[in-house]
Structures are given as C-alpha cells and as structure tokens.
C-alpha cells in the first residue's frame, strides 16, 4: 500500500501539472489506497494557511467525485484540498469502494477549477487484506447485528480489537524514519493495531510541534516527514491516532480559539486520506482546564464532524483527576462529562499512573460500559512500564485483560523508550519519571509491552467481540473477570491463578465443552481437555502453590463443541 500509493502521488502530480482540464486515464488502484492530485495556483496570497482556513473563509479548492460504474455507481463525495507550501495545492482521496469514479475539483481560482478525471478502482483479496488489515478501509463503530455500540469495525464490518501503543513525541524533527520504521515494525509484528500520534501544533516543545510559535504557520517539511511515518504506518496495517493538540494552562489566550480552530481543519484536508483516527484534544477535563468552557470542545467536534468527508470516529483524550489539570473535574473517562454528546463516537480513559490507579480499571471502565446509549470504551492512557519490572509485566496485563473483559473494546499500553522517544539521535533526560536512559535495553521488548500485544493475538482468535462481560459466572475464585456468550463461549482471566468454578447445571450432560489454560506469563497455551454440562465445572490451573511457588496470572478459554439450545 505504502509503494502504490507513493507511486500514484507522483503519477498524477505530473498529470496535473502538465495537461489541461481533463487528465487521462491513470492506472486502476485499490479501495482506501491514497491517491493525490497536485494543482499548481494563481492565486498570490501573504499566507494561504491564514487566508483560506479562517472561521469565515471559504475553502479555495475541493474536488467532486462521484461512482459512475460498479459497486461505488450512485456513490457521492467531496474531498477538500490543502495547500501544501508556495503556490503548490493538493487533494488526497481514498476510494471507498470500488468502480469507476469520475471527479472534477472546484475551486475559486480559474487555474485550478474544473479538472476531469476517472480513477479506475479495484478490490483487495482476502488474503491481501489479511496481510494488511487496513485494506478494509477506515475504522468505525460497530452498528450490529451483535453488541452494537460496544467495539468498532474497519468499513468492511470486520472486527477491529483496539490494541495501541503511546507514540506521543514521535514528531520530534530530531527522530530518524528508520527510527519509526524499527518501531512500527515491532509493533505490528507484536500484534498491535494503533500508533498513538501527536500531529501537534503545539507538542512538546519547539522541535515537535508542527505550527511555528505564532501558531499561523505549519512546518511543511516536518509535517511531511510525519505524513510519511503515517503512510508506513498504515502499510503495516497500524491505524494512526491523530492528536493536534496537547493540554497548556490559559491556553485560551496562547494559541486562541481560532488557531486551535484553523489547525484542526488543515490537519482534516491533509489526513482525510490516511487510516487515521480524531482526537479532539488530549489531557484536558473537558471542564476549563486550558481556560476554555465545555462548550468550545462541543463546538470544535462539531466542527471537525462536518468538516471531515469520510466522518471517521472522533474521542477525547482526559487528563485523570488524580493530576492537578483535572482536580476541578474529576472525569475518569469522558463517559462522565460528554458522553451524550453527538459527535463523541467513543469513550476513553486515562487512568493515570501509580499502582491504586491500575487498580481502579475495571470500575472505571465498567461506569463508562454502563452509559446509555452503549458506545465503545478504551483506556488510552494506562500505568506505563516506564523500566523494567516497573510497574511489573503483571501489573501492565492485569489492566490490560481487567479493562477488556470489564467491557472495554481494547487498551493501550505505554511505556520503555517510546513513549519519550529517548533514542540515540534524540536523547531526553530521565525528569520526573522512572527511565531507563542506557539505550542498551529495546524497551519495545519489555515484557508488559510483549504481553499487550500477545492479549490482541490471543483474543482474534476468539469471537471476543461477541462476547459480553460476565462476572458473576465466576465462583470460588477472587478474580471476577470473564467475557461469555453462555452455553458458548468463555474466556475467564485469572489474576493469581488457582482454580475457578463455571456452572454449567442448566445445560445438558452429554453438552462437551473443551477448555485451554494458557500462560500469560510466557504466552504459551498449557493444559487442555473437556467437561461436560449438567454440573458446576471446576477448572485447575496447570501451575499452582505448593507445587509452584511464585503465582502466575493465567487466561482461560472454554468453548461448547457442538450448538446449544
């Protein structure tokens, strides 16, 4: 994905620069492959950035493309351009199905009005979107037919598990793309479905934000160096969390609602195309932390709704109320202070970092699984595994596996290295957290970072998505953590091991349900076997005290072998 689409951009680019109104025929490309077309403008402005993006601007450039034959014939939609430095526009547009589809831009400079083309589209196979999951196109919340509202989907319908990594700082000008590539490499390979991304006018510090200091001008070689990670990214098959801007006291009058109002719609006319995930602004309390009221976040993620052509899901990233920035609004998750607001498609939570946080997960997720109407719930911020052993890969499972099987639909995970980006071309000192600053160590492979990705392997290979948080079918065990479809499906996490009981009396004798423990700590299946209903099931972990001292957290996985009534 990432070669083809590199490829087109550079096809059309000279097309556009070098024929009339009408484009010839280019090669037929996939569904969600990024396609771009370069404009050359006539217009002269001081700042194009300023001048087309304002709250009373008109757009200077869009382009119309309509599905005249195959699966997409009848479909409509209209792509805004960006400018993209000098007199240089482009448009990017992802074709969401496939066919023929005729465009022409539209825009109030004669020079780049009514450009005609076709773009030819075809469907990915299944393996090919098996290879790379973001060939099913953008990520969307599940509407049905099972659990609507609960986990999300790629625009196929097919299951998307949420399983990220914290990427904050990766912006920083300092970090090399084979830096990125090693990182987004390991991750996919670990079974990681999200990179979390600061796209920040205003990151941390001068050398990762993206708009100079008067916040008016973007720095387009460094925003396009992030654009490139984004691409490899989503040839990996990563979607991109996209997070323009970053929590700042009296933010209000620094940067000012208009430029936190204009970046956020440059970012949608440059993204739109990408696998790529809104947030609307990240470690605030949605309450005036910044200075701003709720009503301006209100406002801004309508905004970004109807500026938006592919109306991707849009969240909000809370600072927890245990940090100073939301002590005057305890919101553990947004599900406490706007989730019935339109435009939020779904609930996060930062749960903070220190071991009596950790332990609130599965009460802070089950509160936000409880609001009405259901929408799908993920903590994107957890205890990070700043140094190894601490906190402990146990510690980082238990709130990984608590969240998910207390409802959430996935979790992220942070922590080593990366979510400071301390490299070796970038070096940041230790502050007030806990690092590691040697290099010698690949905090990528740190063991809670490997178990978050091996919980998202584990967990495919079932129907998680079909099943609900049950924790009264746990007995006799202190663990109250399961997911079921009963009569059908299991999965039981057991944070200190032991044994646990299932009662199974109210199906029949002669029902065989197979069971599988596996080991979290090595991620190894262990014991397996079969019982039958008609009684309370008791099943033994493989490992236990006496016979093995030090405990273990294990998963264990029952599942009926025939259809039950």
Known sequence: MFKSARRLALLMTSLCLFHGNSFPQVPEIKTWEVSEITLVSSV?????????????ATPLLKMKARGISGPCLGEEITVPGFWDGGNTWKIRFAPPLPGTWKYETVSGDRKMNGKKGEIKVGEWTEDEKKQNPSRRGFIKVSSGPQRPGRYFTYSDGTPFLWIADTWWDWTNSRIRFESFKMLADTRAEQGYSIGQLFFAGNGWGRE????????????LDQIRKVEKMIEY??????TVWIHPWWSRENIVKSIGEENMIRWWRYIIHRLQAYNVIWVLGGEYNMNNYGGFPLSFWNDLGNIVKSVDPYKRILGAHPTPPMWSGGADAPQWSTAEAIHNQKWLDYNQSQTGHARWCNELTPWIIGNAYRQVPSKPVVVTEPWYEFIEGNPTAMDIRFGSWSAVMSGAAGHSYGGGHVWRVHLPERPTGI?????DTSLATNTMLYPGAVSVGFMGKYLRKTGWWKL????????????????????????IYLRYGGSVKLDLRKYPADAVFSYRWTDLVDGKDSKSGTVRGGVIAEFNCPEDYPGTINFKDWVIYIQASSSLP
Not at 44 to 56: C, I, Q, R, S, T
């Open 468 to 491: 609900e948080p049950h924790p009264e079918l746990v007995l006799e065990n202190p663990s109250p953590y399961c997911l079921a479809d009963p009569g059908k499906e299991y999965i």
């Open 44 to 56: 002269n402005a001081d700042n194009p950035y300023v001048a087309f993006l304002g709250k009373d």
């Open 431 to 435: 502050g007030s957290w806990p690092m």
């Open 208 to 219: 990762s934000s993206l708009l100079d200091p008067s916040y008016t001008i973007p720095k």
């Open 233 to 238: 990214a989503n040839s990996k098959g990563l």
